[in-house]
Nanobody
């Protein structure tokens, strides 16, 4: 069973940057599609970025050019630059099947880390 623990959230002013990390244990990241999903208050969860087992990366249109996803053997990262107030959300690290990666569909979830961007 894969366990995921996020860190790196916090409060930042618009235009600032944050780096989220997700440490995985219990299994190898290399066998999963890994991604970040966020949920703003009162909103549905939104896929933000995903990296598949073959290295292919997908981004939501709203974050393209500002966010960068990367991973090591057991850690997933999300580098967030030029942050906007609308990026405020609870950010989840997630893992799923390589076959549904581009659709941001996952079945393992972390507890989430809060990102607050003020104007």
């Amino acid at each position: 069973q894969l366990q995921l623990v996020e860190s790196g959230g916090g409060s930042v002013q618009a235009g600032g940057s944050l780096r989220l990390s997700c440490v995985a244990s219990g299994d190898l990241l290399s066998t999963y599609c890994m991604g970040w999903v966020r949920q703003a208050p009162g909103e549905d969860r939104e896929g933000v970025a995903a990296v598949n087992v073959d290295g292919r990366i997908s981004y939501a249109d709203s974050v393209k050019g500002r966010f960068t996803i990367s991973k090591t053997e057991n850690t997933l990262f999300l580098e967030m630059n030029s942050l906007k107030p609308e990026d405020t959300a609870l950010y989840y690290c997630a893992a799923g099947s390589p076959w549904t990666c581009a659709n941001f569909r996952f079945y393992y979830w972390g507890q989430g880390t809060q990102v607050l961007v003020s104007s």
